[in-house]
Structures are given as structure tokens and as C-alpha cells.
């Protein structure tokens, strides 16, 4: 298991935009899949978008046309572009990798080997 890094959440009024990054050095994600979750207490972590090694994307219901997940493999970066950030989306957001892309579903937790310690978004209305 391997320890990622997320940054970029904050704080923002509703409408606005964050960009989230997940950068762990060493850590090569051009042959994992890639999943941005988030969590509020008492809940269980949702997922909210995953992106496999093909470039195929996928996203929860909730964040559809708002969020955006895409990856610079050069970078061995994962970011998570938030758009029309609205108070229901205040969460603890985690990046996780998965070294075998193809076994469960994305927005599984379970499936997932590496996490990071999850950074902040408070979005007020």
C-alpha cells in the first residue's frame, strides 16, 4: 500500500471551482486505475469519479457535467477539476489508486490497495 498525496480543496461559495490534485512521488498511474472518493461523517466514502488506464472516465450521478477527472501520466498526477461546486458536495475528498484496474467496480472502495489522507472542500451557500 502506498501512501498518496492529495492537495488543492478549500474553501468556496456555491458556483465556484477547486481543482483537486493527487501527486505521490514515485507512484506511476499510467497503469492504474485512478478513483477521486469523498466522505462526511456518519457516511459511508462515495465514489465520485474513476478513470481507468484506457482513458475511459466514469462519475457518479451526482457530479455528472460538473466534475471532471483526468490524469498527466508524465506527471504521475490525477487531478479532479470541480465546477458548479454547490454545499451538498462539502466532503473530505480521498484519491485512491488500484494496481488491478479490472477487477470490481470503480466506485467501490474496497477495491482500492492505495489511499491518500484526503483533503477538505467546504462549499457555502
Known amino acids: 500500500q502506498v501512501q498518496l498525496v492529495e492537495s488543492g480543496g478549500g474553501s468556496v461559495q456555491a458556483g465556484g471551482s477547486l481543482r483537486l490534485s493527487c501527486s505521490t512521488p514515485?507512484?506511476?498511474?499510467?497503469?492504474?486505475?485512478m478513483a477521486w472518493f469523498r466522505q462526511t461523517a456518519g457516511k459511508e466514502r462515495e465514489g465520485v469519479a474513476g478513470?481507468?488506464?484506457?482513458?475511459?472516465?466514469f462519475y457518479a450521478d451526482s457530479v455528472k457535467g460538473r466534475f471532471t477527472i483526468s490524469q498527466d501520466n508524465a506527471k504521475n498526477t490525477v487531478y479532479l477539476q470541480m465546477n458548479s461546486l454547490k454545499p451538498e458536495d462539502t466532503a473530505m475528498y480521498y484519491c485512491?489508486?488500484?494496481?488491478?484496474?479490472?477487477?470490481?467496480?470503480?466506485?467501490?472502495?474496497?477495491?482500492?490497495?492505495?489511499w491518500g489522507q484526503g483533503t477538505q472542500v467546504t462549499v457555502s451557500s
Open positions: 514515485g507512484y506511476t498511474t499510467a497503469n492504474k486505475r
Open positions: 485512491a489508486g488500484d494496481p488491478s484496474p479490472y477487477v470490481g467496480g470503480w466506485s467501490q472502495a474496497g477495491n482500492y490497495d492505495d
Open positions: 478513470r481507468y488506464p484506457s482513458g475511459s472516465t
